[in-house]
Nanobody
Framework: DVQLQASGGGLVQPGGSLRLTCAAS????????MSWVRQAPGEEVEWVSR???????HYADSVKGRFTISRDNGWNTLFLEMNRLRPEDTAVYYC??????????????RGQGTLVTVSS
């Protein structure tokens, strides 16, 4: 079974940093594209970032230049380094197995999330 467990969330002041980690199992992680998505209270799920199996990265405009996605295929682990955090980054963050199908990227599976709260 596919399992994705995100961790590393917490309370941080505006301008601060956090590093999220996602432990993956149950599929061939090294060849899978992976994404981070987030959901703020009362809002729809928002795509944040994606990394392909070859390491190519993409970012939403709202986080470009502040967040960095990376992966360690040896440990089946996905990371999201978040810097210069803003209150509007407050959300539950999820890692997700991602595929390119019918000309678009889509989420195959989304695991349990971790809450990030940016507040003074």
């Amino acid at each position: 079974d596919v399992q994705l467990q995100a961790s590393g969330g917490g309370l941080v002041q505006p301008g601060g940093s956090l590093r999220l980690t996602c432990a993956a199992s149950g599929f061939t992680f090294s060849s899978s594209a992976m994404s981070w998505v987030r959901q703020a209270p009362g809002e729809e799920v928002e795509w944040v970032s994606r990394i392909t199996g070859l390491g190519r990265t993409h970012y939403a405009d709202s986080v470009k230049g502040r967040f960095t996605i990376s992966r360690d295929n040896g440990w089946n682990t996905l990371f999201l380094e978040m810097n210069r955090l803003r209150p509007e980054d407050t959300a539950v963050y999820y890692c997700a197995k991602t595929s390119f199908l019918s000309g678009r990227w889509s989420i195959d599976y989304r695991g349990q999330g971790t809450l990030v709260t940016v507040s003074s």
